[in-house]
């Protein structure tokens, strides 16, 4: 039997220029005739008819030689002008002529098909798939076993990204008994034809974008195939290197199933068992440790048991005779040296680079609780270098940070070693298979609900540090542990993922009260898993070289920072972060530097503020990271950005007893503006992307950083910014008359925030002490400046039209003390500009425009202006016809506050704001409004709050014109409708309040008017059955708005209406959601207000109906209406209800009002029995008071 003409490689990812190249020896071509040589070839081959004379087979032959020797990824092989459909039409030329008999040519053909797909990075087309497709499946099964893995080559380059294209053909490879399932089958002999089947499933399991997926049952057989192979033992015999591709393979099977939609997996044994096998190939190979794992992982509070040996994993036996002890050998040459250091450090404590490297940090690696130790009482990592070394080297010449494996380099190169290059070689092979096991488990947590995954972190992220035995394996290991740079990213990339979103899990962590003894809580446990995260990614950011798994270590850190509930943990996480960070602002790489502002960002955007980063903040003597070097820059000979005395802005070398003097702005806040303003210092330091050819500054991506980091720091801490008020105003300014537009949105985000923080410093509940403030003039004098400058110009960018939102929402965060103090024109190009951006093309500016109005119509100083107000109506209520459910939104509330605007003036200025503002266009809210109430729930919830506005500004004059009264019934009739709807609660919510704001209304026809009946009903029917407490409340509230007895309607609906209310009061507990137990008390207090207030308008015919529910519910009336009138908790609440005192007073009131009725009462019973009811009420209150 003839041998294969070209062994295939090993794990080879397909249509990648990078592959083996199967070409002849002698046979390549000049690079630049590919293309042509390709045309002549396939003209040849065209010409050919099948037959099976030798001169035939010796010219396919040596056409498909010329072919495969090309090599057409090189950058001037002219490949770009060969067009895929020849390639494809080549290919199918070419499997007519070649018959199965001719099994060299059938090798050889497969060869050409994967040289050309892989090298021209060609998708077949569907003809051509089916023709070529159905050829492989036929040459397997007609052909001898030695073309078997060339076919299989071919098939899987076929089939990339075309599993759905090939539904003709998945029965005969994936169906019962499918070809691929026998190849990849464990009892299939040659693991060379079962990693090629492995192969051939993983692609057709491969989703391309935009394309449909591999449906089931197929996914879910090669799911299953690719799952039974990773759970399954090493084949005895089989060469170690030629495992881990059968490995890789199966890895990336599993995560083209994972990445290819559809996936749901619960807490079963599925996902159990596919994290148990992920878990354990992430380890695997991993220097000086084995991993014993269970079949299947069960969610669960506390880790499972795991079985770790500390011992090095045992060489396969080629490895063991060709490595010999390099220990005492001569390093000839660097790289020489590097690994026989690596080699003789194998029997040495693991741990000891990390401790030497949290040493060097003042950290405890191993301490008791996870936390790190407070860096304040000791000298900084800087101060602790021994004397009589350099900067950055040990007594060996080798970096003192670098752990175990900085000293293995997992590159190619090694294999040129003779000694030690079949280890190095599997090193690399297992590397690929632990990258692989963290992709899938990337892809993994992508899929999957993050809820589901919470029960199986205790298996991935550790919750105490290891304080003896063996330490748990998690994620954490392989970042501080794992040789391959590319590993340790891909454990940072999953341990990200798991954090990301995780805010409101973890917000059950808590350690600031005393330890439990008896148990340990899921909240304490959290707490120290968070602590121990903390402490090694500290560890990781210390001891890291690689620039690229910098970075993913630092937004790693970001990511956690984000979601962690510092206001529940012990103070002290964030300080050491704080402080080793700063150095890597300043690093050669600008990712790094861009994600080190960004965990800047981070911690400035925890919630609530800190005082710990406030108190970082202002700490003197910070100087914005000079003079500190990064671990990474001490073990560098060279000393990036060293400092320019020829420099005019040496702007972060000042020395050090110059910084932060009293008075001046914090070292953070100097550090962004200068990346932001100032030129770099070495212009040439930076092979970044992102810089503008010739640009003096930071690259793109650092300057936009730097300011997002100001603009949370003046969100979080503008007591610290304020100082800085017009610097920051002149740095937003300088960013918005630059051409990036990017730098534009960030510079007006910039003042928006300061904006924003001084308007919440001048609220009337601001804790800040008026003298502590931004005083009004200052304002003044900042805004002047800002509407001086390049915003005009921004709100007029219509190219930009993110930019002009931005701008729109910079002036509505305008203080209105000084908006009023404002030069007319300055206030003029305010309200003219906004007003116009409403009439935009722009959906996004539209409505930040009309959002901008809404708040504009409440400042004092333009809400008296009728001008203003009947201009500003007109444009919400344009914009409350858009197309946009966004502008519609945004409208809505505007109209509200709009609205509300009316209701002030309506009691602040008189008759003659009313007579003034136009009836026609009060007509217009009116009908708009009501048409907004059957719109989307975020129209609605503010299209109801106007109606009960409006209903309450209606004068008598509106009233008795004919042309208001169908608009005022169906007004009313809106709100009733939401009122009873389906609608979410803050809607219905707003509904019963804006009917008891309707209520205030004298001049309203309630209790005669047709829809009294139904209004009351809607109160009534929430008041007694929602499930909403808030909703209840409101409702009851509304109910006792109404100030005469004509307006509740004749004795039956008035009986109604206290009946209600009763069965609400004594069904005042029932509810099924215990959140709602909050709001008892409240709901409480406004019903017996309510039912007090209509005892109050009682007439003498209304008391059989209010005395025939008192003896049904009496007993559980009075233990409430005691405890409202005690003052016993009942709506204690500021602002719920009158104080008790007051509430004793009503009930005299009350029993006064019915006193009066007995000469007019006939029968005197149920007068006689309502006042012994109250009467009762009154001396149980009486004997508390006294008690």
Same mark, same amino acid.
């Given at each position: 039997?003839?041998?294969?003409?070209?062994?295939?490689?090993?794990?080879?990812?397909?249509?990648?220029?990078?592959?083996?190249?199967?070409?002849?020896?002698?046979?390549?071509?000049?690079?630049?005739?590919?293309?042509?040589?390709?045309?002549?070839?396939?003209?040849?081959?065209?010409?050919?008819?099948?037959?099976?004379?030798?001169?035939?087979?010796?010219?396919?032959?040596?056409?498909?030689?010329?072919?495969?020797?090309?090599?057409?990824?090189?950058?001037?092989?002219?490949?770009?002008?060969?067009?895929?459909?020849?390639?494809?039409?080549?290919?199918?030329?070419?499997?007519?002529?070649?018959?199965?008999?001719?099994?060299?040519?059938?090798?050889?053909?497969?060869?050409?098909?994967?040289?050309?797909?892989?090298?021209?990075?060609?998708?077949?087309?569907?003809?051509?798939?089916?023709?070529?497709?159905?050829?492989?499946?036929?040459?397997?099964?007609?052909?001898?076993?030695?073309?078997?893995?060339?076919?299989?080559?071919?098939?899987?380059?076929?089939?990339?990204?075309?599993?759905?294209?090939?539904?003709?053909?998945?029965?005969?490879?994936?169906?019962?008994?499918?070809?691929?399932?026998?190849?990849?089958?464990?009892?299939?002999?040659?693991?060379?034809?079962?990693?090629?089947?492995?192969?051939?499933?993983?692609?057709?399991?491969?989703?391309?974008?935009?394309?449909?997926?591999?449906?089931?049952?197929?996914?879910?057989?090669?799911?299953?195939?690719?799952?039974?192979?990773?759970?399954?033992?090493?084949?005895?015999?089989?060469?170690?290197?030629?495992?881990?591709?059968?490995?890789?393979?199966?890895?990336?099977?599993?995560?083209?199933?994972?990445?290819?939609?559809?996936?749901?997996?619960?807490?079963?044994?599925?996902?159990?068992?596919?994290?148990?096998?992920?878990?354990?190939?992430?380890?695997?190979?991993?220097?000086?440790?084995?991993?014993?794992?269970?079949?299947?992982?069960?969610?669960?509070?506390?880790?499972?048991?795991?079985?770790?040996?500390?011992?090095?994993?045992?060489?396969?036996?080629?490895?063991?005779?060709?490595?010999?002890?390099?220990?005492?050998?001569?390093?000839?040459?660097?790289?020489?040296?590097?690994?026989?250091?690596?080699?003789?450090?194998?029997?040495?404590?693991?741990?000891?680079?990390?401790?030497?490297?949290?040493?060097?940090?003042?950290?405890?690696?191993?301490?008791?609780?996870?936390?790190?130790?407070?860096?304040?009482?000791?000298?900084?990592?800087?101060?602790?270098?021994?004397?009589?070394?350099?900067?950055?080297?040990?007594?060996?010449?080798?970096?003192?940070?670098?752990?175990?494996?900085?000293?293995?380099?997992?590159?190619?190169?090694?294999?040129?070693?003779?000694?030690?290059?079949?280890?190095?070689?599997?090193?690399?092979?297992?590397?690929?298979?632990?990258?692989?096991?963290?992709?899938?488990?990337?892809?993994?947590?992508?899929?999957?609900?993050?809820?589901?995954?919470?029960?199986?972190?205790?298996?991935?992220?550790?919750?105490?540090?290891?304080?003896?035995?063996?330490?748990?394996?998690?994620?954490?290991?392989?970042?501080?542990?794992?040789?391959?740079?590319?590993?340790?990213?891909?454990?940072?990339?999953?341990?990200?993922?798991?954090?990301?979103?995780?805010?409101?899990?973890?917000?059950?962590?808590?350690?600031?009260?005393?330890?439990?003894?008896?148990?340990?809580?899921?909240?304490?446990?959290?707490?120290?898993?968070?602590?121990?995260?903390?402490?090694?990614?500290?560890?990781?950011?210390?001891?890291?070289?690689?620039?690229?798994?910098?970075?993913?270590?630092?937004?790693?850190?970001?990511?956690?920072?984000?979601?962690?509930?510092?206001?529940?943990?012990?103070?002290?996480?964030?300080?050491?972060?704080?402080?080793?960070?700063?150095?890597?602002?300043?690093?050669?790489?600008?990712?790094?530097?861009?994600?080190?502002?960004?965990?800047?960002?981070?911690?400035?955007?925890?919630?609530?503020?800190?005082?710990?980063?406030?108190?970082?903040?202002?700490?003197?003597?910070?100087?914005?990271?000079?003079?500190?070097?990064?671990?990474?820059?001490?073990?560098?000979?060279?000393?990036?950005?060293?400092?320019?005395?020829?420099?005019?802005?040496?702007?972060?070398?000042?020395?050090?007893?110059?910084?932060?003097?009293?008075?001046?702005?914090?070292?953070?806040?100097?550090?962004?503006?200068?990346?932001?303003?100032?030129?770099?210092?070495?212009?040439?330091?930076?092979?970044?992307?992102?810089?503008?050819?010739?640009?003096?500054?930071?690259?793109?991506?650092?300057?936009?950083?730097?300011?997002?980091?100001?603009?949370?720091?003046?969100?979080?801490?503008?007591?610290?910014?304020?100082?800085?008020?017009?610097?920051?105003?002149?740095?937003?300014?300088?960013?918005?008359?630059?051409?990036?537009?990017?730098?534009?949105?960030?510079?007006?985000?910039?003042?928006?925030?300061?904006?924003?923080?001084?308007?919440?410093?001048?609220?009337?509940?601001?804790?800040?002490?008026?003298?502590?403030?931004?005083?009004?003039?200052?304002?003044?004098?900042?805004?002047?400046?800002?509407?001086?400058?390049?915003?005009?110009?921004?709100?007029?960018?219509?190219?930009?039209?993110?930019?002009?939102?931005?701008?729109?929402?910079?002036?509505?965060?305008?203080?209105?003390?000084?908006?009023?103090?404002?030069?007319?024109?300055?206030?003029?190009?305010?309200?003219?500009?906004?007003?116009?951006?409403?009439?935009?093309?722009?959906?996004?500016?539209?409505?930040?425009?009309?959002?901008?109005?809404?708040?504009?119509?409440?400042?004092?100083?333009?809400?008296?202006?009728?001008?203003?107000?009947?201009?500003?109506?007109?444009?919400?209520?344009?914009?409350?016809?858009?197309?946009?459910?966004?502008?519609?939104?945004?409208?809505?509330?505007?109209?509200?506050?709009?609205?509300?605007?009316?209701?002030?003036?309506?009691?602040?200025?008189?008759?003659?704001?009313?007579?003034?503002?136009?009836?026609?266009?009060?007509?217009?809210?009116?009908?708009?409004?009501?048409?907004?109430?059957?719109?989307?729930?975020?129209?609605?919830?503010?299209?109801?709050?106007?109606?009960?506005?409006?209903?309450?500004?209606?004068?008598?004059?509106?009233?008795?014109?004919?042309?208001?009264?169908?608009?005022?019934?169906?007004?009313?009739?809106?709100?009733?409708?939401?009122?009873?709807?389906?609608?979410?609660?803050?809607?219905?919510?707003?509904?019963?309040?804006?009917?008891?704001?309707?209520?205030?209304?004298?001049?309203?026809?309630?209790?005669?008017?047709?829809?009294?009946?139904?209004?009351?009903?809607?109160?009534?029917?929430?008041?007694?059955?929602?499930?909403?407490?808030?909703?209840?409340?409101?409702?009851?509230?509304?109910?006792?708005?109404?100030?005469?007895?004509?307006?509740?309607?004749?004795?039956?609906?008035?009986?109604?209406?206290?009946?209600?209310?009763?069965?609400?009061?004594?069904?005042?507990?029932?509810?099924?959601?215990?959140?709602?137990?909050?709001?008892?008390?409240?709901?409480?207090?406004? +019903?017996?207000?309510? #039912?007090? *207030? !209509?005892? /109050? @308008?009682?007439?003498?015919? $209304?008391? %059989? &109906?209010?005395?025939?529910?008192?003896?049904?519910?009496?007993?559980?009336?009075?233990?409430?209406?005691?405890?409202?009138?005690?003052?016993?908790?009942?709506?204690?609440?500021?602002?719920?209800?009158?104080?008790?005192?007051?509430?004793?007073?009503? +009930?005299?009131?009350? #029993?006064? *009002? !019915?006193? /009066? @009725?007995?000469?007019?009462? $006939?029968? %005197? &019973?149920?007068?006689?029995?309502?006042?012994?009811?109250?009467?009762?009420?009154?001396?149980?209150?009486?004997?508390?008071?006294?008690?």
């Amino acid at each position: 039997m003839a041998a294969q003409t070209v062994l295939p490689g090993p794990v080879l990812p397909p249509l990648h220029a990078d592959n083996c190249d199967p070409r002849p020896a002698g046979l390549c071509s000049d690079p630049g005739d590919s293309s042509s040589q390709f045309s002549r070839c396939y003209s040849k081959l065209r010409s050919l008819r099948p037959a099976d004379g030798e001169s035939c087979r010796t010219e396919i032959n040596l056409l498909f030689d010329q072919l495969i020797s090309d090599n057409y990824s090189h950058p001037y092989a002219g490949s770009s002008s060969i067009r895929p459909e020849d390639v494809c039409a080549l290919l199918v030329q070419a499997s007519r002529l070649v018959q199965f008999s001719q099994e060299h040519l059938v090798s050889k053909l497969c060869q050409l098909i994967h040289h050309l797909l892989n090298r021209l990075q060609v998708i077949v087309d569907d003809q051509s798939l089916d023709s070529l497709v159905s050829y492989a499946i036929q040459a397997l099964r007609s052909c001898n076993c030695w073309t078997h893995s060339e076919i299989l080559q071919a098939l899987a380059a076929l089939v990339y990204g075309n599993g759905p294209k090939c539904q003709r053909h998945l029965p005969d490879l994936l169906g019962r008994d499918g070809i691929l399932l026998c190849y990849s089958d464990l009892g299939q002999p040659d693991v060379e034809l079962r990693r090629s089947a492995i192969h051939c499933m993983a692609n057709l399991c491969l989703g391309m974008p935009g394309q449909p997926y591999l449906e089931e049952p197929y996914r879910g057989v090669c799911f299953r195939t690719f799952l039974q192979m990773l759970q399954s033992p090493k084949p005895l015999g089989v060469d170690d290197i030629i495992f881990c591709t059968l490995l890789a393979n199966a890895l990336k099977g599993v995560q083209c199933f994972l990445n290819g939609g559809k996936v749901k997996m619960g807490p079963d044994e599925q996902l159990g068992s596919l994290l148990a096998v992920l878990k354990k190939y992430m380890f695997y190979g991993l220097p000086g440790m084995t991993l014993e794992m269970p079949a299947v992982l069960y969610p669960a509070p506390l880790p499972q048991y795991e079985g770790t040996t500390a011992v090095k994993p045992e060489l396969p036996r080629d490895v063991q005779s060709t490595s010999k002890p390099t220990g005492n050998k001569k390093r000839k040459s660097r790289g020489r040296g590097r690994k026989a250091g690596s080699e003789g450090r194998q029997d040495e404590d693991p741990e000891e680079p990390l401790q030497e490297a949290a040493s060097w940090a003042g950290l405890s690696p191993l301490k008791a609780g996870g936390g790190v130790e407070d860096s304040r009482n000791r000298p900084s990592w800087t101060a602790l270098r021994p004397q009589g070394h350099p900067a950055g080297r040990d007594r060996d010449g080798a970096a003192p940070l670098y752990p175990h494996w900085k000293k293995i380099s997992s590159s190619d190169s090694e294999f040129s070693d003779p000694e030690g290059g079949v280890q190095g070689k599997l090193r690399l092979y297992q590397a690929r298979v632990r990258q692989g096991a963290l992709h899938c488990f990337l892809s993994l947590v992508k899929c999957v609900e993050k809820r589901v995954l919470y029960g199986y972190w205790s298996s991935f992220i550790p919750d105490a540090p290891g304080t003896g035995g063996p330490p748990s394996l998690t994620l954490l290991t392989i970042v501080l542990k794992d040789p391959s740079p590319k590993a340790r990213a891909g454990a940072l990339q999953v341990l990200s993922a798991l954090l990301e979103g995780s805010r409101q899990f973890l917000s059950a962590a808590e350690d600031t009260s005393e330890p439990r003894r008896a148990f340990t809580p899921l909240s304490a446990t959290l707490a120290a898993s968070l602590r121990e995260l903390h402490r090694c990614l500290l560890l990781a950011l210390l001891a890291e070289s690689s620039s690229q798994t910098l970075t993913q270590v630092i937004k790693c850190l970001a990511n956690l920072v984000s979601n962690v509930p510092y206001s529940r943990l012990r103070p002290g996480l964030l300080s050491p972060l704080w402080r080793q960070i700063k150095p890597y602002v300043r690093h050669r790489d600008v990712n790094v530097r861009v994600s080190s502002l960004t965990l800047l960002g981070a911690i400035l955007s925890a919630q609530p503020p800190q005082s710990e980063v406030e108190l970082l903040l202002r700490q003197p003597g910070s100087g914005g990271g000079s003079g500190v070097l990064t671990p990474q820059e001490l073990r560098s000979t060279d000393n990036w950005r060293k400092p320019n005395p020829g420099l005019p802005h040496a702007r972060r070398e000042s020395p050090p007893e110059s910084r932060d003097a009293p008075g001046e702005p914090c070292w953070l806040l100097r550090l962004c503006v200068s990346l932001v303003t100032l030129p770099r210092e070495d212009p040439y330091s930076d092979s970044d992307t992102g810089t503008a050819p010739g640009s003096p500054f930071e690259p793109s991506p650092v300057r936009l950083e730097a300011l997002q980091v100001l603009a949370h720091l003046v969100k979080g801490y503008f007591s610290i910014a304020q100082a800085s008020l017009l610097e920051l105003g002149e740095v937003s300014a300088s960013c918005l008359r630059e051409a990036d537009p990017s730098i534009q949105l960030h510079g007006a985000k910039l003042l928006e925030e300061l904006g924003s923080g001084i308007i919440q410093q001048h609220k009337s509940d601001s804790p800040v002490p008026p003298d502590g403030r931004v005083p009004v003039s200052q304002v003044v004098q900042f805004w002047t400046e800002v509407l001086g400058g390049p915003l005009t110009g921004a709100l007029q960018s219509e190219q930009h039209p993110t930019l002009q939102t931005s701008a729109c929402d910079t002036l509505s965060s305008i203080l209105p003390q000084a908006f009023s103090c404002l030069p007319d024109k300055s206030q003029v190009l305010c309200i003219t500009v906004l007003l116009g951006l409403t009439y935009s093309e722009n959906s996004l500016v539209k409505a930040a425009a009309v959002r901008a109005l809404g708040v504009y119509i409440l400042f004092p100083c333009l809400r008296e202006d009728v001008m203003f107000v009947a201009d500003t109506a007109n444009a919400i209520l344009t914009s409350l016809d858009d197309r946009s459910p966004n502008v519609r939104a945004k409208a809505a509330w505007s109209l509200g506050n709009l609205t509300d605007t009316l209701i002030v003036n309506m009691e602040s200025v008189g008759q003659d704001f009313q007579e003034e503002f136009s009836d026609l266009l009060l007509l217009k809210m009116l009908k708009s409004a009501t048409q907004a109430s059957n719109d989307k729930d975020r129209v609605k919830s503010n299209a109801v709050r106007a109606l009960g506005n409006l209903l309450h500004f209606l004068q008598p004059q509106h009233l008795e014109r004919p042309s208001f009264g169908p608009p005022l019934g169906e007004a009313v009739r809106a709100l009733i409708g939401t009122v009873r709807g389906e609608a979410t609660m803050k809607v219905r919510w707003n509904a019963c309040y804006a009917l008891g704001n309707a209520f205030r209304n004298p001049a309203l026809p309630l209790g005669t008017a047709p829809w009294t009946s139904e209004a009351y009903s809607a109160l009534t029917c929430v008041v007694k059955s929602c499930k909403n407490f808030k909703v209840r409340i409101k409702s009851a509230m509304a109910l006792a708005v109404p100030a005469s007895r004509e307006c509740y309607g004749d004795p039956a609906q008035f009986g109604e209406v206290w009946a209600a209310l009763a069965q609400a009061l004594e069904r005042s507990e029932d509810t099924e959601d215990f959140l709602e137990y909050r709001y008892c008390a409240s709901l409480r207090a406004q +019903l017996c207000r309510a #039912l007090l *207030h !209509l005892l /109050g @308008l009682a007439r003498p015919e $209304d008391l %059989p &109906g209010v005395q025939a529910s008192m003896s049904e519910r009496g007993e559980a009336m009075r233990g409430y209406l005691v405890r409202y009138h005690s003052g016993g908790g009942e709506g204690d609440e500021p602002g719920d209800c009158p104080e008790p005192r007051e509430r004793l007073q009503g +009930l005299e009131e009350t #029993l006064g *009002h !019915l006193r /009066g @009725l007995e000469g007019d009462c $006939d029968p %005197p &019973g149920p007068l006689l029995r309502v006042l012994q009811f109250l009467e009762g009420i009154q001396k149980s209150c009486q004997e508390l008071q006294a008690a």
